[in-house]
């Protein structure tokens, strides 16, 4: 079956622009996860839904992230008014059952703010 | 506060040779998970294997071992018979059952085959 895929998969955007980032998870998946990952280091959590349930955003940097999940399956997470430093790859992941199991991870989205 | 620490950013290992890959976490619960991702050169993030706090028998899956000791707090990934598609970045990942499952990762080993 199909994985998590992710889009657009690269973004080339202009400090102080909006950016939207989709995530398509595994269907049936409950849990579903972003994560944000710099060149040579591990991911970093930033949100989870369970179902479309935001259920921490803890991770979050700052208030001009936000992300939403309105049906339950396909999230977006929102970088408004983007900066430099949030140039990264940005990871979504699925998990079937609230993360008690694997998480599967997306392709990624490389987004480069100039 | 969980932390996982990969002591080795590099590593070279001589194809069909076998390769051990440390992982150690820090974690006050009871109840975890760690996992080992591999991330080739492609940027995908790969399911290796799984082991969780109370599995009693080290977890195996194909040439991949996760060699567990709790009171350690280790869990370091064995890959036996090194293949050159195994040259790729290693992450080590602690699931943090209490605060919503989500996943603190190391900071990986990258992984250099030899032919």
């Known amino acids: 079956g199909a994985g998590v895929s992710q889009s657009p998969r690269y973004k080339v955007t202009k400090r102080g622009q909006d950016v939207a980032l989709r995530c398509d998870p595994i269907?049936?998946?409950?849990?579903l996860y972003w994560y944000r990952q710099a060149l040579g280091q591990g991911p970093e959590f930033l949100t989870y839904?369970?179902?479309?349930?935001?259920?921490?955003k803890s991770g979050l940097p700052n208030d001009r992230f936000s992300a939403e999940r309105p049906e339950g399956s396909i999230s977006t997470l929102t970088i408004q008014r983007t900066e430099q430093r949030d140039s990264a790859m940005y990871r979504c992941?699925?998990?079937?059952?609230?993360?008690?199991?694997?998480?599967?991870f997306g392709p990624g989205t490389r987004l480069t703010v100039t | 506060a969980q932390k996982i620490t990969q002591t080795q950013p590099g590593m070279f290992v001589q194809e069909k040779e076998a390769v051990t890959l440390d992982c150690t976490y820090d974690?006050?619960?009871?109840?975890?998970?760690l996992f080992w991702y591999k991330q080739p050169s492609s940027g995908e993030m790969i399911f290796l294997i799984y082991?969780?706090?109370?599995?009693?028998q080290n977890a195996t899956e194909g040439r991949y071992s996760l060699n567990f000791q709790k009171a350690r707090k280790s869990a370091n990934l064995v890959i036996s018979a090194s293949q050159l598609g195994d040259s790729a970045m290693y992450f080590c990942?602690?699931?943090?059952?209490?605060?919503?499952?989500?996943?603190?990762f190391g900071g990986g080993t990258r992984l250099m085959v030899k032919p």
């Open positions: 992941a699925s998990s079937p059952d609230r993360g008690r199991d694997e998480q599967y």
């Open positions: 269907s049936g998946h409950v849990s």
């Open positions: 839904f369970n179902y479309e349930a935001q259920q921490d």
């Open positions: 974690t006050s619960d009871q109840s975890y998970g």
């Open positions: 082991q969780g706090s109370y599995d009693e």
């Open positions: 990942a602690m699931r943090d059952v209490d605060a919503g499952n989500m996943l603190t």
